[in-house]
């Protein structure tokens, strides 16, 4: 599996960015794939995963209504549309895809163990 993520930056308080994560090494049909994010001396934590096999999309409360999540199979592409974004959504983005079996440093979110992860890429809003 390979992730590679692209898209951070710097904005302000209220503006927006589109995150994407070119995906290679697995199917959309048999794992998860998702966005987390780690701020400084915060653990990393999830903010949405697509979910094909169970048909289900989801999203942390804190980006609700703001953060969408798309993909583009043909391109094994998945976005990630940040808008209204906040102080409090600084942080390195990572994309993460399922890992099954289930290793030890997975990290468990939407009752997934997410256990490949991208470089990370940066996103900073000013205030």
């Known amino acids: 599996v390979q992730l590679v993520e692209s898209g951070g930056g710097l904005v302000q308080a209220g503006g927006s960015l589109r995150l994407a994560c070119v995906a290679s090494g697995f199917s959309f049909d048999e794992l998860a794939i998702g966005w987390f994010r780690q701020a400084p001396g915060k653990g990393r934590e999830g903010v949405s995963a697509?979910?094909?096999?169970?048909?289900?999309?989801e999203y942390d409360d804190s980006v609700k209504g703001r953060f969408t999540m798309s993909v583009d199979n043909a391109k094994k592409t998945v976005y990630l549309q940040m808008d209204s974004l906040k102080p409090e959504d600084t942080a390195v983005y990572y994309c993460?895809?399922?890992?099954?079996?289930?290793?030890?440093?997975?990290?468990?979110?939407?009752?997934?163990?997410?256990?490949?992860w991208g470089q990370g890429t940066q996103v900073t809003v000013s205030s």
């Open positions: 697509f979910i094909k096999y169970e048909g289900r999309t």
């Open positions: 993460a895809v399922e890992r099954r079996p289930v290793i030890p440093g997975v990290v468990l979110r939407w009752g997934l163990a997410f256990g490949f």
